[in-house]
T-cell receptor, first 116, second 112 residues
Framework: GAGVSQSPRYKVAKRGQDVALRCDPI?????LFWYQQALGQGPEFLTY????????KSGLPSDRFFAERPEGSVSTLKIQRTQQEDSAVYLC???FGTGTVNTEAFFGQGTRLTVV | KQEVTQIPAALSVPEGENLVLNCSFT??????LQWFRQDPGKGLTSLLL?????REQTSGRLNASLDKSSGRSTLYIAASQPGDSATYLC???????????FGAGTTVTVRA
């Protein structure tokens, strides 16, 4: 597609519910990132994929967070047993290159998650 | 850990005035620096990317400078317009890294 696409745009979850957030990166982009943005803050890194390999998950805040990219394209971020502190905008970004080459990041519109 | 700071946190100017947005980072060993624009409820739009070997980049009314040794970047927006109202974020990638470290952003309001 022309850009990074995320769905849903908005999600309201009851505390304890599981949610799944989808990211469609730009076609051909090898690198895919998930970031979490709290209100009034800059995005914080969650996890990084190079093709289907999850090379870095150091930013995932707890073991309730899980991400996958099984075929090296679409990625899903899953949050189990959601808590109020999980309320944030979840941003997906992709870039053509890997490592430190062609690293310009292109972001999706984000998914705003509200846990009630 | 890389810390990125943006000052001021908010800025309000009349239409036509030039905007100056500041970004500083604690670790000067960066690979590149990127400026983004974020509209309310939207994702991030890339404005300018400066490689560590570059001093500045320009696109239309936007000009970004980079002083890597002092850990500073400045985004200049000439002749501001109400449509420039948004939050501007800067982010760096470390020289041995791949992920972006962001500042908290500067929220700009341009008054008609």
């Amino acid at each position: 597609g022309a850009g990074v696409s995320q769905s849903p745009r908005y999600k309201v979850a009851k505390r304890g519910q599981d949610v799944a957030l989808r990211c469609d990166p730009i076609s051909g982009h090898v690198s895919l990132f998930w970031y979490q943005q709290a209100l009034g803050q800059g995005p914080e890194f969650l996890t990084y994929f190079q093709n289907e390999a999850q090379l870095d998950k150091s930013g995932l805040p707890s073991d309730r967070f899980f991400a996958e990219r099984p075929e090296g394209s679409v990625s899903t971020l899953k949050i189990q047993r959601t808590q109020q502190e999980d309320s944030a905008v979840y941003l997906c970004a992709s870039s053509f290159g890997t490592g430190t080459v062609n690293t310009e990041a292109f972001f999706g519109q984000g998914t705003r998650l509200t846990v009630v | 850990k890389q810390e990125v700071t943006q000052i001021p946190a908010a800025l309000s100017v009349p239409e036509g005035e030039n905007l100056v947005l500041n970004c500083s980072f604690t670790d000067s060993a960066i690979y590149n620096l990127q400026w983004f624009r974020q509209d309310p409820g939207k994702g991030l739009t890339s404005l300018l990317l400066i490689q560590s070997s570059q001093r500045e980049q320009t696109s239309g009314r936007l000009n970004a400078s980079l002083d890597k040794s002092s850990g500073r970047s400045t985004l200049y927006i000439a002749a501001s317009q109400p449509g420039d109202s948004a939050t501007y974020l800067c982010a760096v990638i470390g020289s041995n890294d791949y992920k972006l470290s962001f500042g908290a952003g500067t929220t700009v309001t341009v008054r008609a």
